[in-house]
């Protein structure tokens, strides 16, 4: 059974482009969430998604993120204009319900040159 | 205010050493509690939940204060593979696990 796949696991962007993370969540899960985490900081929750449903985004800043997981395909994290500030580790977690435990995948490391 | 707070370490320890790592949360209705483990540029990795009664996993034991807010992760017989950044984690409630997670303590254990 493979665990949560994210990619890519590195992405360069220069600031102004759009930057779209992709993550699949283990098999059978339905819960997915997104978490950033800049540099010598900890991980902050930015958005959680059921399939076809935002079910909270208050991490998520509100203007240039938005974030999706259609009813097929994985979940999408997308960030319009670039700004170097976005540098950090995007990091999705799936679950099997709202109420089990969140399993990680090995991130997508941004970089805005 | 930081909703999880922990000493960012490091913590230099030979091996067989044991050592203490402390957290505290101020948010009392915080319903779970974990410590996830993260190696560097890695993913968080669950380590444990902490459980009121205290738990322990091996060399590993946690315990919560849910009167002081206050929850800690003890490390006996450290070995070099313990080197890593532990995350002390708390989740509120609201019907899902919303984890919020503190910025870690970085443990290395020398030979």
């Known amino acids: 059974n493979a665990g949560v796949m994210q990619n890519p696991r590195h992405l360069v962007r220069r600031r102004g482009q759009e930057a779209r993370l992709r993550c699949s969540p283990m098999?059978?899960?339905?819960?997915v969430y997104w978490y950033r985490q800049l540099p010598e900081e900890g991980l902050k929750f930015m958005v959680y998604?059921?399939?076809?449903?935002?079910?909270?985004e208050s991490g998520m800043p509100k203007e240039r993120f938005s974030a999706e997981f259609p009813k097929e395909g994985p979940s999408i994290l997308r960030i319009q204009q670039v700004v170097r500030g976005d540098s950090a580790a995007y990091f999705c977690?799936?679950?099997?319900?709202?109420?089990?435990?969140?399993?990680f995948g090995p991130g997508t490391r941004l970089t805005v040159l | 205010r930081k909703e999880v707070e922990q000493d960012p370490g490091p913590f230099n320890v030979p091996e067989g050493a044991t050592v203490a790592f402390n957290c505290t949360y101020s948010?009392?209705?915080?319903?779970?509690f974990f410590w996830y483990r993260q190696d560097c540029r890695k993913e968080p990795k669950l380590l444990m939940s902490?459980?009121?009664s205290g738990n322990e996993d091996g060399r590993f034991t946690a315990q919560l204060n849910r009167a002081s807010q206050y929850i800690s992760l003890l490390i006996r017989d450290s070995k070099l593979s313990d080197s890593a950044t532990y995350l002390c984690?708390?989740?509120?409630?609201?019907?899902?696990?919303?984890?919020?997670f503190g910025a870690g303590t970085r443990l290395a254990v020398h030979p």
């Open positions: 977690a799936s679950s099997l319900s709202s109420e089990h435990t969140q399993y």
């Open positions: 098999k059978g899960h339905s819960h």
């Open positions: 998604l059921q399939k076809e449903n935002i079910i909270d």
């Open positions: 948010n009392s209705a915080s319903q779970s």
């Open positions: 902490v459980y009121s």
């Open positions: 984690v708390v989740a509120l409630s609201g019907g899902y696990n919303k984890l919020i």
